[in-house]
């Protein structure tokens, strides 16, 4: 029949009538949306792995060396053990709650650690003294000065907060990378592209052409405007693949979290025993300065020769399995770093098969026939010509900007990560919950703990939903956005967002 009903398709010769159009317009805004999410699901899949198998290797580290403290030291150093295990607890707790994002400052616990270890010990080893608690806050004073515990405590402070830090953003920048996909891929199409799709994949059947296949550079300007923002995103999500990239190459290099998360227990009995060396000079030196206190009526305890024993711990390296690991995480984000910009033809050649880019006898949007205009761009930008699809590149796509801010914002934070900057992880997105975030910490509780050896250096705080902006290991030439500049940009894509609505 004569086509001159039909809205969309030529308006030839034609077996379709108009409700049929329309079928086949629902039809193809549908198939593509699949397709689109089906992309989406398979880089969301590699992320999400490659998270899963870093948190469980990180996580296993800080069990297996927890329960060889837990196995070991009650043997080593009998009622100073059992008698302080809770201070053991809270560390290892308070270190997983800083890996999964609560709001604690590491440095800050680590110090309070080593307080509470050092008050608990000295009574411990000084049974023969009333030793009150305002004692001991003067002994904590004056005992500083002289290192109870050697080096040990600085140098564990300095390597697990660089660990800890290279850590937990590492794992948080693969959910942020899979969040952003997810939150892309869902986006709608507009009413031009649901008429160029159905153009490009369905017009052919209302010709009487169900065989012949669209032409491949037809296609691609047909995608290339439908993802036109999607394509956008492509220079914030490579920083953010070599942001990763650069973090894992310091995980498996000058912050190993295997010699450094593996071994806490063996640093914790080097300082236990360097505290029983020292313990005679070292009490000498608390006495001198806080006074000589009261004779107690208890004798020494049975248990002191067990705790003067000399203690040395091994740890296990996993450092094979966290080569892998890296190797394997670097590999896959290689592969992932063109995605946007390869989608449009991915789409084409996998989903909608278009012919060949020399073929003459593919469907050209008219008729079967070669296609002659030029490929368009990649990007909003470069989409003001595209002769298939009508693209207002004034009005980009308000969630695909603000995914574009997630993933500057979680650059940002592996950039800090990367040169050894804590960054506050203060909000953290419901579809994140699981074994790697969430499991939030109450201000009450975390953002007012009182430590007698108060941090030397506060994180740096972004307020903004967890994620960063640019330059890791050289992957970027570009200088770190402060948190403020970030913040102001975000507060500006949200007023946007509200004038454009």
């Known amino acids: 029949i004569l086509g001159e009903h039909l809205r969309i398709c030529p308006q030839g010769y034609t077996c379709c009538t108009s409700e049929m159009e329309e079928n086949f317009a629902n039809k193809s805004r549908s198939e593509f949306e699949a397709m689109m999410k089906e992309a ?7 992320l ?10 990180f996580q ?7 329960k060889a403290l837990y196995d070991a030291f009650p043997s080593m150093y009998g009622e100073l053990y059992t008698q302080n295990v809770k201070v053991f607890k809270d ?15 590491l440095e800050e616990a680590l110090n309070e650690f080593w307080t509470r270890l050092l008050e608990r010990l000295f009574k411990l080893l000084n049974p023969q003294y009333q030793i009150t608690d305002e004692y001991l806050d003067c002994m904590v004073k004056h005992a500083e000065q002289h290192r109870p515990f050697g080096e040990v405590p600085r140098d564990l402070k300095v390597k697990a907060t660089r660990a800890f830090i290279a850590a937990r953003s590492y794992a948080q920048g693969f959910l942020v990378g899979s969040d952003v996909v ?8 507009s009413h031009e592209c649901t008429r160029a799709i159905m153009k490009l994949m369905y017009c052919p059947h209302c010709r009487g052409m169900a065989s012949v296949k669209p ?11 439908c993802l036109a923002n999607q394509a956008d995103l492509s220079a914030e999500w490579k920083y953010l693949m070599d942001s990763l990239i650069g973090v894992a190459d310091r995980i498996d290099g000058p912050y190993n979290v295997d010699t450094v998360i593996g071994t806490i227990h063996v640093r914790i009995a080097e300082a236990i025993s360097n505290l029983q060396e020292n313990k005679d000079s070292i009490t000498s030196k608390v006495f001198q300065g806080c006074g000589n206190p009261k004779i107690s ?29 890296v190797l394997d995480a670097k590999g896959n984000l290689t592969a992932l770093k063109t995605y946007w910009i390869t989608l449009p033809s991915t789409l084409c050649s996998k989903k909608v098969m278009a012919s060949s880019a020399s073929d003459d006898k593919c469907w050209n949007g008219m008729t079967k026939g070669s296609y002659l205009p030029e490929v368009m761009g ?25 995914q574009i801010m997630q993933l500057k914002i979680m650059t940002n934070r592996l950039g800090n990560a990367n040169i050894g900057n804590d960054v506050d992880f203060q909000d953290t997105s419901d579809d994140m919950s699981g074994s790697g975030s969430g499991d939030s910490c109450p201000d009450d509780v975390c953002g007012k703990r009182l430590s007698k050896s108060p941090s030397t250096r506060q994180p740096e705080t972004h307020a903004i939903p967890k994620q960063s902006g640019h330059g890791v290991n050289g992957a970027s030439s570009r200088s770190l956005p402060s948190a403020s500049l970030l913040l102001l940009l975000s507060v500006a894509v949200i007023a946007a967002q509200h004038l454009w609505r």
């Open 40 to 46: 989406g699901r398979s880089v969301q899949a590699t």
């Open 48 to 57: 999400t792995a490659q998270h899963r198998s870093f948190d469980s290797y």
């Open 60 to 66: 296993d580290l800080l069990n297996k060396s927890e």
């Open 91 to 105: 560390l290892y707790s308070e270190l997983r709650r800083y890996y999964r994002s609560s709001n604690i400052n």
């Open 182 to 189: 997810k939150k892309v891929s869902q986006v709608s199409l």
């Open 215 to 225: 032409c491949n550079n037809y296609c691609l300007n047909v995608a290339k405007g």
């Open 297 to 325: 009526t208890k004798g020494s305890s049975s248990e002191d020769k067990k705790r003067r024993g000399k203690v040395t711990l091994e740890a296990k390296s996993s450092a094979q399995a966290l080569e892998m690991l």
């Open 378 to 402: 990649d990007g909003l930008a470069n989409q003001i010509n595209n002769p298939e699809v009508e693209v207002d590149i004034t009005k980009p796509d308000m969630t695909i900007r603000q």
